[in-house]
């Protein structure tokens, strides 16, 4: 894979808090990396709420990745076990079909690395995610794997909240936003390559591919 663990060189968003854990010590609260190798980044607060059902609220204690469908060997991750793979970051700009775009540096894992784990079956062609609230989304296999496509749960450095979609995004790059599925409870591969998902059901084009952007 092509795409590599880097470090963070960084200015910071704002200036950290502390407040007192349960434990005893003192917890800073996270800061979010605005500058990346000479590039400005944009910040966490620039995305709109767009999704289906509003901000989820994932409990992490009973969260579970499954990795299902035309596999050889179906899995079923906890939140540690999905960060236990190689980690991988990358500058990627997120652009919606409402016409607002954000440049994130994003961290996560690459869904090649769960689908070489589980084993392709013959005849998969096709990966559809699927999110906590219900929404779906697919992409050809082949773009999944020849784009190094990452399921991040890091977002400028800070652990993605609630409303970006904990525990992981897909990071669908040169994909409009739809793509961009969050929440993501199952990886599920297919021999269907016409399947359409939440919006694309409703009309949205099923390539979504970024176009003069």
Known sequence: MKAV???????????????RGDNGLTELAAVEVREYEGEHLGSLLDFR????????????????LEVAGLVAEPRNYTYDQVL???LH??????HCVEGWSVKILWEGVLVGDLLDAAGLAPGANTVIFHGYDGYTTSLPLDY???HDIMMAHKMNGVVLPPERGFPFQLVAEAKLGYKWAKWITKIEVSDDPSYKGFWE???YDNDAGVRGR
Do not use: H, W
């Open 5 to 19: 663990l880097v470090t963070i060189c960084a200015v910071v968003l704002m200036a950290s808090c502390a407040r």
């Open 49 to 64: 709420e767009n999704s289906i059902k509003g901000p989820q609220q994932v409990d992490i204690a009973d969260y579970r």
């Open 84 to 86: 236990g793979f190689p």
């Open 89 to 94: 970051s990358k500058v990627v700009t997120i």
């Open 144 to 146: 999944v794997l020849e």
């Open 201 to 203: 059901s409703r009309g």
